[in-house]
């Protein structure tokens, strides 16, 4: 691995950066991952467990007791997108910060995109190359919605000794619907975007296999986790409601071939990007339609 491309991954992005708590990441949190995903995720509840309360992955209560948080809580995301906000605000709640017994009422209600972020904040504080990445993930139950491929967050760290990235699910690890190692997924379980968009491009696989939480279902929904994932890749970790133009409902449905291939040609990229960084890097630096955003108040 080019040293360009992993120091480019232990920088912070306006996203990733702990601002004045980044030595207590650094020196306060355990170095091992696996342990630090498992605190993280005890600081967290998902908004759809929330809803749900104590069913479903809840039964258990492992995420706490749903009926103890304050009725007038809502989903949490819109409040908290950067990691500092994160951080200062599981501190204003609870000044000792990451606990293993942080009570439920104090808990953050967040989302895998935020997750991500925060995990991904941790690990640079640490100087440890890590990235967020944007896809779908087949491996939870989707309930009544069958067996669909959800919009999902998850993080890879470069693994020094192994040589390697390291792909895992702080945010999914406690609700895996399949058996295998959320510290460690193995290829083929996460359907990176732009696997995704050329099979289906290409016929072989199906779009409607792909939603998100809106519920949106089909082909938009996989353009919109390839843009996030390309920003994410250029260290970019965009709000929800943010995508380039191409991914607006606007603009989707009137795609060109040319326009289509231009994706597919990002797409093909993306499949690899660490041998295809700089090319990646050179289109966010230069290409107006997939940089510049829209959504929201842009």
């Known amino acids: 691995m080019k040293k360009k491309v992993l120091d480019h991954y232990r920088e912070f992005s306006v996203y990733t950066n702990p601002g004045l708590y980044e030595n207590i990441l650094k020196n306060d949190l355990p170095d091992d991952i696996t342990k630090i995903g498992n605190l993280v995720r005890k600081q967290i509840i998902h908004r759809t ?37 994160i951080l200062a605000e599981l501190y204003r709640r609870d000044k000792r910060g990451f606990v ?16 991500a972020v925060l995990m991904a904040s941790i ?25 669909l491929s959800a919009d999902h967050w998850i993080n890879q760290y470069w693994n020094s000794e192994q040589k390697r990235w390291v792909t895992i699910d702080v945010d999914g690890s406690w609700s895996l619907n399949e058996n295998f190692n959320p510290y460690d997924i193995p290829e083929g379980r996460f359907d990176f975007p732009a696997d995704a968009w050329l099979n289906i491009r290409n016929g072989k696989d199906d779009p409607n296999r792909f939603c998100n939480a809106k519920p949106e279902r089909g082909m938009i929904v996989v353009l919109w986790s390839l843009f996030y994932d390309f920003h994410c890749l250029m260290n970019s970790e965009i709000i929800y409601v943010h995508t380039p ?7 989707f449905n009137k795609l060109s071939k040319n326009e289509l ?18 090319k990646l890097q050179k289109i966010y630096n230069t290409n107006r339609k997939f940089r510049l955003l829209k959504g929201g108040l842009l």
């Open 49 to 85: 467990t929330l809803a749900a309360g104590n069913t479903g992955t809840n039964a258990d209560k492992k995420f706490g007791d749903m009926k103890k948080i304050p009725w007038y809580r809502q989903p949490e995301d819109d409040f908290l997108p950067i990691a500092s906000a």
């Open 100 to 115: 293993n017994d942080r009570k439920v009422e104090n808990k953050l209600i967040l989302t895998c995109r935020f997750v």
């Open 123 to 147: 690990l640079k504080s640490k100087n440890v190359p890590c990235r967020v990445r944007s896809g779908n993930a087949p491996y939870f139950n989707m309930g009544k919605l069958g067996k």
């Open 245 to 251: 133009e191409p991914g607006t409902y606007k603009k």
């Open 261 to 278: 291939k231009e994706i597919d040609n990002l797409a093909l990229l993306m499949q690899r990007p660490d041998d295809n960084f700089f």
